[in-house]
């Protein structure tokens, strides 16, 4: 079956603009997770979702970053006025087991100039 | 912030070779999991421990988890080329399913 996609797999945008990434979890999953990685550190947790609500979003870094899934599936990460500080690799991932498996997709890599 | 660390932060070792990493966290857990990354991107998942457990075998791989010294080592035995890659624990509480990684360790297997 079909695994969690991310798009773009790329973005490279201007330092201010407005950017937003894409995540398609497993069909069926209803928690999906918002991770972002640096170069050579571990994933860091930015936000999670079971079901449309924001289960914890504590790990956002400020109100430049908000996500939505407006229907349970979908979910969109959005960045406002963008910073250098923001490249980073974004990963996605989605679980529906209660140990909390978490399948991943293959992340967006932002570049911001 | 990271919950954790793994060490080594590197480990180059030959095929054939069992290969052993190891994860220190800081708080009281529900699970631990075990993760493998390639090239920077998508994470796959390995293995999962509960914090009632203290080793678990898959395939190739055994986890063992000390929760007295809030440790998990990873054992890749019979290591192949293949198995180049980063490798993460990653932890969850129990009032909550995020994942919190460690800093990881890159393993490079020589053929």
């Known amino acids: 079956g079909a695994g969690v996609s991310q798009t773009p797999s790329n973005k490279v945008t201007e330092k201010g603009k407005y950017v937003e990434l894409r995540c398609d979890p497993i069909s069926g999953h209803t928690a999906l997770y918002w991770y972002r990685q640096s170069l050579g550190q571990g994933p860091e947790f930015l936000i999670y979702?079971?079901?449309?609500?924001?289960?914890?979003d504590s790990g956002l870094p400020n109100d430049r970053f908000f996500a939505v899934r407006p229907e349970g599936s979908v979910s969109t990460l959005k960045i406002q006025r963008t910073e250098r500080g923001d490249s980073a690799v974004y990963l996605c991932?989605?679980?529906?087991?209660?140990?909390?498996?978490?399948?991943f997709g293959p992340g967006t890599r932002l570049t911001v100039l | 912030s990271q919950q954790g660390e793994e060490d080594p932060q590197a480990l180059s070792i030959q095929e054939g070779e069992n290969a052993t990493m190891n994860c220190s966290y800081k708080t009281s857990i529900n699970n631990l999991q075990w993760y493998r990354q390639n090239s920077g991107r998508g994470l796959v998942h390995l293995i999962l421990?509960?914090?009632?457990?203290r080793e678990k075998h898959s395939g190739r791989l055994r986890v063992t988890l000390d929760t007295s010294k809030k440790s998990s080592s990873l054992l890749i035995t019979a290591s192949r080329a293949a198995d180049t890659a980063s490798y993460f624990c990653a932890t969850d509480r129990y009032n909550t399913d995020k994942l919190i990684f460690g800093t990881g360790t890159r393993l490079q297997v020589f053929p």
């Open positions: 421990i509960r914090s009632n457990e």
């Open positions: 979702f079971q079901g449309t609500g924001a289960a914890d």
């Open positions: 991932a989605s679980s529906s087991t209660v140990e909390n498996e978490q399948f």
